[in-house]
């Protein structure tokens, strides 16, 4: 499949989406696959908007190719794909899911509040010259700048871990997470996210520090560069785990990654946060080093090495440690606790908000949203209380409070129809 300009007859002037996106795009279109696929789906279909360009479908070849219009669904508040089916156009063929309307029952049962998301492709870097103007949608960082707020590298990276369910504690999660497993969840997200038109992010993604040391990033950049899409800067990304991570250095248990650029690093209320981290480091052209080199470069904290969920302070490893105790707890109750990190800001009628954390009590088949509110000054504003409120039950949690976790939940979920 391809991203065309509006009103194109064929593919001509196409940018190639990668197969695995394209199958993505497949599965959340009939109304399959999970979340992922549809966030996934979602942000392809926006960028094809905002850049004011159709989807080709593939079904029938290069040259006689259906087109596929996205649209805005203002009641559901989201998006879908209009087939065009004027008779000067060619139909999908029969056993294409585009020859179908799309499902619309999936999008509008599992509505989800709309949240602030980094858009477009997986790409901090551009091309020193490139105007703004001609891409209003993304006002990348300067390479020399620090920007206010998480930078876009950062965002990436938030982006990646939601999308690969890393912020998610599952009610019925079976198998053992460890460090294996988080990255292999990662890598095959990656497969369907582009950094470039044609260029799937897993092509250069590296997540062991070997790599870096070998300088394998480094030959293999450079041959993808000689073919790299025009208008696109050539750039690959290194995600490493770190027991701690320094200004200037990263350390894992291989041993220590020098860098010539920052490593940045979140901070809540100017209070530092501990390791281990998870890093990632944009890798394009320095002119300084005439060579590629490190440009960008994000610590981010997380749990531990086994679960890859982001933590804002050190007590939220603790809420992660007694949310994983209450699943246990609940489920002898049949109660189901599903709890998510968010990353980014939900938008609710007060205004964006970010909770702390989500969670998903369920009863048989119904449930009910519950707002983590951690006890802090920073958060006593009549706005923020009620933007929460929109999202789900607000439940204030402390260092004392904790303990009592399970049996407050329990409380909580016994307001659900057990029907």
């Given at each position: 499949?391809?991203?065309?300009?509006?009103?194109?007859?064929n593919a001509k002037g196409k940018e190639p989406i990668?197969?695995?996106?394209?199958?993505?795009?497949?599965?959340?279109?009939?109304?399959?696959?999970?979340?992922?696929?549809?966030?996934?789906?979602?942000?392809?279909?926006?960028?094809?908007?905002?850049?004011?360009?159709?989807?080709?479908?593939?079904?029938?070849?290069?040259?006689?190719?259906?087109?596929?219009?996205?649209?805005?669904l203002t009641g559901a508040d989201t998006y879908y794909l209009r087939r065009l089916t004027a008779r000067s156009r060619p139909e999908h063929g029969i056993k294409c899911p585009f020859f179908w309307e799309q499902a619309f029952t999936t999008i509008t049962s599992q509505k989800r509040p709309a949240r602030n998301q980094p858009e477009g492709y997986f790409s901090v870097l551009r091309p020193p010259a490139l105007s703004l103007a001609q891409h209003p949608e993304e006002k990348p960082e300067p390479r020399d700048a620090a920007s206010h707020g998480a930078p876009r590298l950062a965002k990436l990276l938030w982006r990646l871990l939601e999308l690969s369910g890393r912020t998610i504690i599952e009610a019925n999660e079976q198998d053992k997470r460890d460090i294996s497993s988080e990255f292999a969840a990662v890598r095959q997200l990656a497969e369907r996210l582009e950094v470039a038109p044609g260029i799937p992010l897993s092509r250069i993604l590296f997540t062991h520090p070997r790599d870096w040391e070998s300088r394998r990033i480094f030959a293999v950049l450079r041959e993808l560069a000689k073919s790299w899409?025009?208008?696109?800067?050539?750039?690959?990304?290194?995600?490493?785990?770190?027991?701690?991570?320094?200004?200037?250095?990263?350390?894992?248990?291989?041993?220590?990654?020098?860098?010539?650029?920052?490593l940045r690093h979140p901070g809540t209320r100017g209070k530092p946060i501990s390791g281990p981290d998870l890093t990632l480091v944009a890798i394009g052209e320095d002119p300084d080093a005439r060579g590629y080199g490190a440009l960008r470069a994000w610590g981010q904290p997380v749990h531990n090495g086994h679960r890859f969920i982001p933590v804002d302070h050190d007590f939220d490893r603790v809420i992660v440690e007694a949310l994983i105790t209450a699943r246990h707890v609940l489920a002898r109750q049949d109660i189901g606790l599903t709890a998510t990190k968010p990353m980014f800001d939900y938008i609710t009628p007060d205004g964006p908000v970010r909770p702390p954390w989500l969670i998903s009590l369920q009863r048989g088949n119904n449930s009910i949203p519950v707002v983590f509110e951690t006890s802090s000054a920073d958060y006593e504003e009549p706005r923020r209380a009620r933007a929460l409120g929109f999202i789900g039950?607000?439940?204030?949690?402390?260092?004392?409070?904790?303990?009592?976790?399970?049996?407050?939940?329990?409380?909580?979920?016994?307001?659900?129809?057990?029907?």
């Amino acid at each position: 499949m391809w991203l065309v300009p509006r009103g194109a007859k064929n593919a001509k002037g196409k940018e190639p989406i990668a197969p695995a996106l394209s199958d993505t795009l497949r599965i959340w279109y009939t109304g399959r696959g999970d979340h992922r696929d549809e966030e996934a789906a979602l942000m392809l279909v926006r960028h094809a908007r905002k850049n004011g360009q159709w989807i080709a479908c593939d079904c029938q070849g290069e040259l006689a190719t259906p087109m596929l219009s996205p649209a805005l669904l203002t009641g559901a508040d989201t998006y879908y794909l209009r087939r065009l089916t004027a008779r000067s156009r060619p139909e999908h063929g029969i056993k294409c899911p585009f020859f179908w309307e799309q499902a619309f029952t999936t999008i509008t049962s599992q509505k989800r509040p709309a949240r602030n998301q980094p858009e477009g492709y997986f790409s901090v870097l551009r091309p020193p010259a490139l105007s703004l103007a001609q891409h209003p949608e993304e006002k990348p960082e300067p390479r020399d700048a620090a920007s206010h707020g998480a930078p876009r590298l950062a965002k990436l990276l938030w982006r990646l871990l939601e999308l690969s369910g890393r912020t998610i504690i599952e009610a019925n999660e079976q198998d053992k997470r460890d460090i294996s497993s988080e990255f292999a969840a990662v890598r095959q997200l990656a497969e369907r996210l582009e950094v470039a038109p044609g260029i799937p992010l897993s092509r250069i993604l590296f997540t062991h520090p070997r790599d870096w040391e070998s300088r394998r990033i480094f030959a293999v950049l450079r041959e993808l560069a000689k073919s790299w899409p025009k208008g696109h800067e050539p750039q690959a990304y290194l995600l490493v785990f770190a027991r701690k991570v320094h200004e200037h250095s990263i350390e894992t248990t291989d041993g220590t990654i020098d860098l010539a650029t920052r490593l940045r690093h979140p901070g809540t209320r100017g209070k530092p946060i501990s390791g281990p981290d998870l890093t990632l480091v944009a890798i394009g052209e320095d002119p300084d080093a005439r060579g590629y080199g490190a440009l960008r470069a994000w610590g981010q904290p997380v749990h531990n090495g086994h679960r890859f969920i982001p933590v804002d302070h050190d007590f939220d490893r603790v809420i992660v440690e007694a949310l994983i105790t209450a699943r246990h707890v609940l489920a002898r109750q049949d109660i189901g606790l599903t709890a998510t990190k968010p990353m980014f800001d939900y938008i609710t009628p007060d205004g964006p908000v970010r909770p702390p954390w989500l969670i998903s009590l369920q009863r048989g088949n119904n449930s009910i949203p519950v707002v983590f509110e951690t006890s802090s000054a920073d958060y006593e504003e009549p706005r923020r209380a009620r933007a929460l409120g929109f999202i789900g039950a607000v439940l204030e949690i402390d260092r004392s409070t904790l303990p009592n976790l399970s049996s407050d939940l329990a409380e909580i979920a016994r307001s659900i129809p057990s029907a």
